[in-house]
């Protein structure tokens, strides 16, 4: 990783850095979209609010997101364009930690960009990649995130779809699976719509969540039915939207007044 950009890794911005380089290495790859670019920009403005760290709030929604993963019969992880170039041995890791299969699924979806992704999976170590068969369809759903394989995101009870846009996380839904996402910016539909919003960068939440599921996997049933059942998705997101409007400076105070964050 630290071959990767010419900064020394005690550069105050070394991690925002590296995480835009690997954005511009993916589209020059054939990974990302354009759009990807985009997304990371916006992304990027909400985690300086955030003061780029995984707030209280969101390392609980963590470990509820890694309860549900190893309860569930058959767990899976969404990738498209920006997860795979920012997180690819993240994602392989927290499916080897769970047992969850990866399927690559994409808002811009082309055969090739899909095939590209795969192969990029797999030369961090994915040995099986769902998402190019694409046999089956998310009702209610027109654009080309509906497609999905019969075999993986069709037949999950629970996926996490990291940088969702709202559509397909209202659609799901409608399906009744547990929906875990992962978005920086809490007002948006997916997490507004999530049964577990995680309020983070990808970067630091893949990562987070695979080491809370090592640390549950001791865990009987019923305790970790009693974490996923004590979980307040409403008193997430209001906290990380209030450590948003506070800003960073503000955090102090905010955990002052309420000791939420
Ligand atoms: O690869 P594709 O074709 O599937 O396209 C993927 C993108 C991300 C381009 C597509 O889904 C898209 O356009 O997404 P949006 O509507 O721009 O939404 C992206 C959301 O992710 C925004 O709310 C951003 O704040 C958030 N976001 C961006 N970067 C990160 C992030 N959240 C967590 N970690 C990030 N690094």
Known sequence: MSDEVEVPEDHPRY?????????EAGVEKG??????????????????????ETIPSADEAERVAAAYFLLAEHPVISVNGNVAALV????????????????????????????AIAEHLREHGAEDVKGLTADARI???????????????????????PLEDGDRAEALGEMGKTEVVIDLNPLSRSAQTATVPIIDNVVRAVPNVAAHARDLRGASREEL????AGFDRE????????????????RDGEAGRDGAE
């Not at 759903?141 to 993986?152: I, P």
């Not at 008193?235 to 503000?250: K, P």
């Open 31 to 52: 990974i990302t979209s354009q759009q990807g670019l985009i997304a990371e920009g916006r992304g990027e403005a909400f985690d300086y609010l955030l003061g780029e």
């Open 15 to 23: 991690q925002s850095l590296l995480t835009r380089h690997r954005i």
């Open 88 to 115: 690819p041995e993240a994602v392989v890791d927290l499916a080897e930690a769970t047992g969850a299969d990866v399927e690559v699924n994409l808002f811009g979806r082309t055969e090739e960009r899909v095939r």
């Open 235 to 250: 008193a997430t997101l209001a906290a990380a939207e209030r450590r948003l409007r506070g800003g960073a400076l503000d």
């Open 225 to 228: 039915e009693e974490i996923v």
């Open 139 to 161: 009702p209610g759903l027109s654009h080309e995130r509906a497609k999905v394989d019969s075999d993986g995101i069709y037949d999950a009870d629970v996926v996490l779809v």
